[in-house]
């Protein structure tokens, strides 16, 4: 429900633009127009998150938004696995804008989503807060056969069909690692740059869950393209 509020949110502030800009012309970028094709190289937009959910029903779409934007990637096989657990529009990516401490194996609109959240808000919190770039992204994993929890009864996890990622720390550039496990809490300069992680995170991914919400979540952030518009 709340991505659609979102969304018509952002139709309303659209119309009360042009209603305000009577008599002017009034020009827009690709990316705040709920029309135009989504390009990883544009900035993230009003629609963005969006279009980047529509992924989902175009895998060659997705594939070429990949390829356009210099992501270095495998297409995977199918995979299904159980009753519940699988793929079929898979990628490993080899090379993104920053590198990985394991390989990331991602549905397509996971691994668009990702590129966009390495350049505009992981790369960009460190530049602002830092003063440098984060030289790797390290995390937990993405695709697990597996319910939420681990649990032998209840809701299938996002990590079932590879749509899902925990992340877990950063390294930056002079070789110091923040991690959500020891620098979550606190008023310093790495508790503030994990904060303006996740609220840019929120922006691009439809489920964020931080250590604000759980014990389970204590030491990483899990992001994922899911059906739910969640932001904990």
Not at 11 to 37: I, Q, R, S, Y
Not at 53 to 63: G, I, K, M, T
Not at 163 to 169: G, L, W
């Amino acid at each position: 429900m709340m991505r659609y509020v979102r969304i018509t949110v952002a139709l309303l502030a659209l119309a009360c633009g042009f209603v305000l800009a009577v008599g002017f012309v009034v020009t827009l970028p690709d990316e705040d127009l709920p029309w135009t094709k989504l390009d990883l190289n544009d900035p993230v937009g009003a629609f963005t998150e969006m279009k980047l959910d529509a992924l989902s029903r175009n895998p060659d779409a997705c594939y070429a938004l990949l390829e356009d934007a210099g992501m270095e990637f495998s297409p995977l096989p199918p995979v299904e696995s159980g009753d519940f657990c699988g793929y079929d529009d898979g990628v490993e990516i080899e090379k993104s804008i920053t590198p990985y401490s394991a390989a990331v194996v991602a549905r397509c609109p996971l691994a668009a989503t990702l590129f966009l959240w390495e350049r505009d808000v992981v790369q960009a919190a460190a530049q602002e807060i830092y003063g440098q770039k984060v030289s790797r992204i390290g995390h937990y994993g993405t695709y697990a056969c597996r319910r939420v929890y681990g649990r032998p009864n209840g809701s299938i996890s996002e990590h079932a069909s590879a749509n899902a990622i925990d992340v877990a720390e950063f390294r930056l550039e002079d070789g110091r690692t923040v991690s959500l496990r020891s620098d979550w809490t606190g008023e310093d300069d790495d508790a503030e740059f994990l904060r303006e992680i996740r609220k840019g995170s929120c922006d691009l991914f439809q489920g964020v869950i931080s250590p604000d919400y759980n014990k389970a979540h204590e030491d990483h952030f899990h992001l994922d393209m899911g059906p739910y518009d969640f932001c904990r």
